[in-house]
């Protein structure tokens, strides 16, 4: 039975669950023409309320350009559902596998079906794409969908949801809104599948949760990224790129540079061309309307945490760009910020900072670089600046990072064809690409018996032909050597 849309309010998320799941097993898997039935009528909504998704989203931020939205989320989330829609066929295609030689007659293959009922809990960095690209990719997969987006930025959530109320019954996608209480018993629910987007310490505990009921789990967490840059190479190129990266909303990206390591040569020119290219960036400074505002009090009280504490032990604090009077200053907003030789006992230097501070260490050898990063939690992208020679080899293959940036930073997520996710503390599985759309589908195998069972020659009671099979299967016997 579809339950109406208006009716969700009166539904708590175990129910929604116990109905979507109700529905997901009454009715057959859906289509190809159905999923992408479903893929069109998301992607008409993202467009059609785009405009209001845009002013929600500057509105819980404090500021944040409609230009910055539409680039780093509505985009995204267009480009994933076309992606998605013209590679279905193929990705919903049942794979044949290789069977050995007594099975011959036989033949064996792996379909993917939907698992059934998928939670998606959304940070508040990216509300809207972090929110929306994974439920394409799980009703691609077939399934039905819960979305829990966050209370740090209700607006958005309450748009959200409103849309998604007027698009799909509420037994197919649901939005649960609600604080911290809801989404600790959201992730306690025994979803089919459930995707976390957040912190390394949150993700713990929703994959502490989750383990109660065996819920197998996507995590896309953080952590520190580096942008490492060769010697010889601070030019504009690289300083564009890590400007983008680190500064785009304002630093709040979980694949934003965290901190840069340049050679000691290069320090002086990196601190001067990043000034200037901050100040060509946001040629109003802070104030600039691309310039976005921190999302909460309690976050830019951190921020200005970090920097303080890393000064009073001895680190250059360096205010980048344009630099206006406190008069002109907008709320929650934080200059773009070097910090140049804090120490490794500095928070700066430890926590992911998600923001628009930029620590900055030297280096004297790549050994050195690699030797840094490996002693340090695997982080979910590492950005590399610099010829695609030798030194960046030995980089890629000595170090281990969710996904890696060559010459660029953030446009990896932007390849819908790569998997996305991270390794260790930033990150459980991946989603994008096929990843994503196997990551939310069982791989069932099947094995089709011909008409010669020839294994049916090796049951009891055993005798010669086990003997001629087991030889042929194993080897000879051969004497071990002493």
Not at 239 to 262: E, H, R, W
Not at 275 to 290: F, L
Not at 388 to 393: R, T
Not at 399 to 413: A, D, F, K, Q, W
Request: a positive charge; charged letters at 20%; hydrophobic letters at 40%.
């Amino acid at each position: 039975m579809t339950i109406p849309a208006e009716s969700i309010h009166g539904l708590d998320a175990a129910d929604l669950l116990a109905r979507q799941r109700s529905a997901f097993l009454k009715e057959a898997p859906p289509s190809l023409a159905e999923r992408k039935a479903r893929l069109a009528r998301l992607r008409a909504t993202v467009l059609a309320w785009r405009n209001e998704v845009k002013e929600a989203i500057s509105a819980d931020f404090g500021h944040r350009s409609r230009h910055e939205t539409d680039i780093m989320e509505t985009a995204g989330v267009v480009q994933s559902i076309d992606y998605l829609t013209r590679n279905l066929s193929r990705f919903m295609k049942a794979e044949h596998r290789h069977v050995g030689f007594v099975y011959r007659s036989g033949h064996a293959r792996v379909e993917y079906q939907p698992k059934g009922v998928v939670g998606v809990m959304a940070p508040w960095n990216y509300p809207f794409s972090l929110t929306f690209i994974p439920l394409a990719t799980a009703l691609a997969a077939g399934n039905r969908v819960m979305l829990k987006p966050s209370e740090l930025t209700p607006r958005t959530s309450e748009v959200i949801q409103r849309m998604l109320a007027d698009t799909f019954p509420a037994d197919e996608v649901a939005v649960v809104l609600g604080g911290p209480e809801v989404g600790a018993a959201f992730s306690n629910l025994p979803f089919d599948h459930l995707l976390f987007t957040g912190s390394t310490q949150v993700g713990r505990k929703v994959m502490k949760a989750a383990s109660e009921n065996l819920v197998p789990v996507t995590l896309e967490l953080g952590g520190k990224s580096p942008a490492i840059v060769a010697r010889g190479h601070v030019d504009e190129r690289t300083m564009g790129s890590i400007v983008f990266g680190k500064l785009a909303n304002a630093g709040q990206t979980c694949v934003a540079p965290d901190y840069a390591l340049v050679h000691e040569d290069d320090l002086q020119a990196f601190v001067a061309q990043f000034d200037a290219m901050v100040a060509r960036t946001y040629p109003e400074g802070p104030t600039s309307k691309d310039y976005t505002s921190i999302v909460s009090d309690r976050h830019y009280a951190r921020l200005v945490g970090l920097v303080d504490e890393a000064r009073r032990r001895g680190a250059r604090v360096i205010e980048a760009g344009v630099r206006p009077g406190s008069a002109a200053n907008r709320v929650r907003t934080l200059a773009p910020t070097l910090v140049v030789g804090a120490s490794d006992e500095c928070a700066v230097m430890q926590e992911e900072i998600f923001g628009p501070i930029l620590p900055v260490r030297t280096y004297r050898t790549m050994d050195e670089v690699i030797d840094y990063v490996n002693a340090r939690p695997r982080p979910l992208a590492l950005y590399y600046f610099g010829n695609e020679d030798d030194a960046c080899e030995t980089l890629l293959k000595r170090t281990t990072s969710g996904n890696t940036g060559i010459n660029n930073t953030l446009l990896h997520v932007a390849q819908d064809d790569l998997p996305f996710g991270g390794v260790g503390p930033s990150g459980m599985g991946a989603y994008h690409g096929i990843e994503g759309f196997r990551a939310m589908s069982h791989a069932k195998g099947v094995f089709v018996q011909g008409r010669w069972n020839l294994p049916s020659l090796l049951r009891a009671p055993f005798g010669k032909v086990a003997d001629l099979a087991l030889k042929f299967t194993l080897g000879a016997n051969r004497p071990r050597r002493r």
